[in-house]
């Protein structure tokens, strides 16, 4: 099985360490490449050639919100196809619509407990990693 790459954009650095060591706690082969804000993720992303398998947005964060980002993402060509999944602590009906519309794949409550961190690693690479 060769390793997937994943990309993270969350401002919280505590958020990006337990997404990270849910996945090494999950022993999946992912390489995980983190950002601090959307803005981060699309410089990233414009000068890299790896093969990305998912992306993961936290929806709220300065510089370029979760909506934002996706926006950009959709309009760059060689990575428009690569999964998007959003995650947030306030998923209202709107904002829901707002992703979905915007072309994320799936948009997932934030983890509040280690284990719910390593359920959505689970979640994650079953429905876009396998």
């Not at 909506?67 to 196809?81: D, G, H, N, P, V």
């Amino acid at each position: 099985m060769s390793e997937k790459i994943v990309l993270l954009a969350d401002d919280d650095s505590d958020d990006r360490y337990f997404i990270k060591q849910a996945i090494i706690s999950s022993g999946l082969s992912i390489k995980l490449i983190e950002a601090e804000n959307g803005a981060e993720l699309i410089a990233l992303l414009s000068h890299s050639t790896l093969a990305i398998s998912l992306i993961i947005l936290d929806m709220n964060m300065p510089k370029m919100n979760g909506l934002e980002t996706i926006s950009e993402i959709k309009a760059m060509q060689r990575i428009a196809s690569v999964p998007v999944v959003m995650i947030s602590t306030s998923p209202s009906q709107d904002l829901l619509d707002k992703a979905y519309k915007a072309g994320v794949q799936s948009f997932m409550p934030k983890p509040n407990t280690f284990e719910e961190f390593i359920d959505l690693i689970n979640f994650l690479n079953k429905q876009f990693l396998s």
